[in-house]
Every structure is written in structure tokens, then in C-alpha cells.
């Protein structure tokens, strides 16, 4: 019996797995033909809601009032799970912002998500460079084009049993360089484990994301402090 459940399990994931990669081929060549950001915002929200509901994941907002309609910002989220950028989307819906996902070199290369990637509204980073001109000059112009920036502030997905890795600096230059406010967003799920599940169980989930006060980029204190007190994170 257990060799049949991991049979299954198995088929479930080569099964999701290919659906996902021609979903978001699919949208990554709809992101290719259109520039308008309003259109593509849509298009992201579209593939979300259809990735997610193929998962059987719901999207929960606590404190959707938070969110504003309109305008630029800096926008963070914990990182646990390949499923966080969807989570965001949908959380951002209703709002007017458009945001350019940080995404690091590999994501921008892969044959699986590369193309999405690189239509979707995202700024490439390479960690490896000890030069980031480059990269905060592609953010700056992206602020120029009156577009939010959205990115993990742990610089990659927290696989630890911690809830929060520490923050890489990067973020607070990205505030400060642009002017650009802090919205603060927590995914309380650990969205990896939720994914194993709903791959593995076939039922439906629940993601919860939480919306937290805005920060001034003029802030001094320490961000990820504030953060953890503003989610109640120990």
C-alpha cells in the first residue's frame, strides 16, 4: 500500500508539474506581447487564480483594508515556498500597484519559469556580482516608470524550521535610493508545506497572508525588528 501511495504521489507531481510549466509558458508568451503594466498586472493575477485554483489553494488577506489603491512602494514578504509570488498577486488584486518582482539570475534563465520571468515585470539580480551598479540603476528606472518593487527581503526561501531569516541589506538601499515606502506583507503558511500537501492530498488549502502598517523609508530603526512585532513573529 505504501509503494502505491508513493506511485500516486508521484504521478501527481509529474502531473502538476507539466501543467504548470505550459500555464505559465502559456501567460509568459501573453506578458511578451503586451507593454501596458495594467494589462500585464491582470494577466499575473489571471495566472495566479488559475495555478492556484488548479492547486485547490485559497487565498485568505487579514487586514485587506491596509492595502492602498494606489501607488509606489517598496513591497516585502517572507519567503518560504515557489507559490509566494502568486499569493502576493492575489492579496494585491484589487490595488492599482504594479510591482517589478526582484528575481534572482536563475529564475530569469530557467527554461521552466524564464520566460514568465522575464515578460512578467521583473529586475534581474545576480548575487554573485560584487558590482551592483547595474542592478540599482535597472531598479531606479523601473521607480521612474511609476512601478513598485516587490521583494524577499531574506534573499532567498527560508527552509529552516526559524519563521524569518534575517534580511539582507539590499532592500533598505532599494527604500532609500527611490523614496519609496514600506508595505509590509507576512505569509503566516508555510506555503512550501502547503503545496506538498496540496499536490499530495488533492483537497483544498488555505494560504493566509497578512497585511502590516506602512513604513517610511526615512526610518531609522531597525526594519525586521518592526516587522516581527508588526506580525507577532517569535
Do not use: C
Not at 9 to 17: D, E, H, L, T
Not at 71 to 85: A, C, E, F, K, S
Not at 113 to 135: E, H, P, T
Request: without cysteine; charged residues 30%; aromatic residues 10%.
Amino acid at each position: 500500500m505504501k509503494k502505491l501511495f508513493k506511485k500516486v504521489y508521484k504521478m501527481r507531481r509529474i502531473n502538476s508539474a507539466v501543467y504548470a510549466m505550459i500555464l505559465t509558458n502559456y501567460y509568459g508568451l501573453k506578458l511578451k506581447l503586451t507593454k501596458n503594466k495594467k494589462k500585464k498586472k491582470q494577466l499575473r493575477i489571471n495566472y495566479s487564480k488559475k495555478l492556484l485554483d488548479f492547486l485547490k489553494i485559497e487565498v485568505a488577506v487579514k487586514n485587506a483594508h491596509k492595502i492602498p489603491k494606489k501607488g509606489q512602494y517598496l513591497v516585502i514578504v517572507n519567503h518560504r515556498g515557489i507559490i509566494d509570488p502568486l499569493i502576493v498577486e492575489i492579496a494585491l488584486q484589487e490595488s492599482e500597484i504594479f510591482g517589478l518582482w526582484i528575481a534572482k539570475k536563475e529564475l530569469y534563465n530557467s527554461p521552466f519559469f524564464g520566460l514568465f520571468v522575464r515578460n512578467a515585470g521583473a529586475i534581474r539580480v545576480d548575487r554573485g556580482k560584487a558590482q551592483m551598479s547595474g542592478f540599482f540603476a535597472e531598479v531606479k528606472e523601473g521607480v521612474k516608470d511609476l512601478s513598485s518593487i516587490f521583494i524577499f527581503p531574506e534573499g532567498t526561501r527560508n527552509k529552516t524550521t526559524k519563521e524569518l531569516l534575517e534580511f539582507k541589506e539590499g532592500f533598505r538601499l532599494i527604500a532609500l535610493k527611490n523614496r519609496l515606502d514600506i508595505l509590509p506583507l507576512y505569509i503566516r503558511s508555510n506555503t512550501a508545506e502547503l503545496l506538498k500537501n496540496a499536490i499530495k492530498n488533492q483537497r483544498f488549502q488555505k494560504a493566509i497572508i497578512e497585511v502590516g502598517d506602512i513604513i517610511s523609508f526615512r526610518e531609522r530603526g531597525n526594519i525586521q525588528k518592526m516587522y516581527e512585532a508588526m506580525f507577532a513573529i517569535t
